[in-house]
């Protein structure tokens, strides 16, 4: 608890920092619910209502991973340094720290959704708009945990400031909005089911385009796609795996709870590591 209360306050009182992601997430925002001003429900501007939702996990992605990767490296050399002097120790220091961090890591998406799914007019419909919530809070912190895995195997922070954009690549291309999965060649395509965006873009399509919702508007004698069944269908996304109503999203938040769990527990093998490596 001591740990714990001082990991929180340091996030508290670098106010200056805190503000500005409030208000570059705020700013952001509103900046693409008035670029996408209403196009949830246009069957004509479906692919860009696509491009808007894919580019708000982007951008909570990285709002969640460079802060990390940033201040992570050269906390951890301090922590290596207290517990090698036995003042407390790991299990407590990364308790303390995951339980710290995770408000922070609510409440962005918490400011930021809801501004972005009601300007762009996606659909009214609670279920959704909290199924919406969940995926991009779990996107997140997956994202801060790889932030921490990161920080925690780079020797230094300019080591990890290089490779974190680096490691996104890899995850976005396979993600299955750039390319669908069976244009990807076989013996590349087992690389789509390590990629956390993967389930993240898979769950925001079904949440927003599954689950029998109604026919989008179209003009009178022209329009791109009607039947939101058209929409995963180009997507290449199927949808209930389980055949039951919204399974595919809570498949796919199981699936991205589980890259949360696994990325804390591995960081803690790392940090075991260096302890070990430094004694």
Known sequence: MVLFKRALQSLIRDRLFTHLRV???TAVGFLIGLLYLGIGNDG???FNNTGCLFFSLLFLMFTALMPTVLTF????????????????SLKSYYL???MADLPFQIIFPVIYCPIVYFMTEQPYDGIRYWQFLTITILTCLVAQSIGLLIGAVAPSLSTAVFVA??????VLLFSGFFVNFETIPNYMQWLTYVSYA???WEGIIVVIYGNNRAPLDCDVGRCIFRNCSDVLSTMDVKEDALELKGAKVYLNCVV????FLVLRLVTYL?????LWSHR
Do not use: D, M
């Open 270 to 274: 790392v940090l075991r590591f260096r």
């Open 73 to 88: 490296p050269t906390e951890k050399l301090v922590f290596i340094r207290k517990h090698l002097n036995n003042w407390y």
């Open 44 to 46: 004509n501007k479906v």
């Open 198 to 200: 993967r389930y993240s």
């Open 256 to 259: 991205l709870a589980g890259f």
């Open 23 to 25: 208000v570059s997430i």
């Open 165 to 170: 954009p680096i490691t996104g690549i890899p």
């Open 96 to 98: 303390a720290k995951t």
